[in-house]
């Protein structure tokens, strides 16, 4: 399997989540992503905005400065700019110099997520960040958190797919299906994206699903799992336990994926649920499963980053790769097309 080429391996022309709604504020906030230095605020009529982080007059942070009002004026020598990057005001000449700007870029805000379009804009128009229902619509109880590792996003976006590390690496965290006859992974791809899914004989549930649920632990209940590579940003699982009066109780874990560079990315999640609505004591739990599930990952693929240098492929496959091997694929075919390649591109 081949290594999407080039020291930052993502594709530009995608949306991708660059910070909670709830970050952007009436101040400057500086973030390290995709590759570059971002600046982040909001207007005064409540739009994110995200420029470079840089002046071009002599390369401040601008993040360094102040909003006034609308315009980011810079710490250094006061160049001021618009929301979308144009320098507005020079105090020390009358005119501003020809090509005095900063790189804006396109922005849309779907809570509690900011997303950013790091290519050609152009590109941009007409496109949507993939639809979330659960995070916007009523019934769903919603948690969260961010951290980042030092691991590229497609080794990120394998352990996503791979659910034949969950007997070694999460033991306590599965159930009884996961090693007993698990049944094989049905896999359906698209052009842009891939999932994978299957439902297991019924089985009872493991400690944290009847903590939550509430569910009697003496009973087997048939569970359906799905997993989505969304798009190069962006990973969506699916858990359901279907419960003795037929009730569907679903989790869904959403990770958005950002590269921060080469060997670091910002890791944005969120779960949501449609059962015990507001119970504190069940988000507690959830967050200790979503969390910790991470935190046990985290030192595996890390190693894994030192031993390859980022670098995402396979000497020997099995079966059940098939899901992160397309989305390798697709991630390549996307730099392909960026780069004005054939795909799949020749390698000497």
Known sequence: MNDPAGPENFPLNCWYVVATSDEVGRSLLARQALGRRLLLFRTGDGRAAVLDDRCPHRAAPLSMGTLEGDRVVCAYHGFTYAPDGQCVRVPSQRHVPYGAQVRSYPVLERPPFVWVWPGNP???RGTEPPDLPALREPGWTVLGGAREMAVNYLLLHDNALDRTHFPYVHPHRIHRGYVQDPPPLRIEVSE???SYSRTFTPAPLI???HDATGLPADTEYVQRETGTFVSPALHVDEMDIIGPDQRVYQGV???AFTPVDA???LIIWRGARNYAPGDESVTARLREVYDG???EDQPLLE?????TGGAVGYQVSAAAD???IRAYQIVEALLAEEKGWAYPRRRD
């Open 122 to 124: 152009a590109r941009s």
């Open 192 to 194: 842009t994206t891939v």
């Open 207 to 209: 400690g944290w699903q």
């Open 253 to 255: 874990f959403i990770r």
């Open 263 to 265: 060997a670091r990315t």
């Open 293 to 295: 599930t991470m935190t």
């Open 303 to 307: 190693a894994i980053q030192a031993t």
């Open 322 to 324: 098939a899901a992160a």
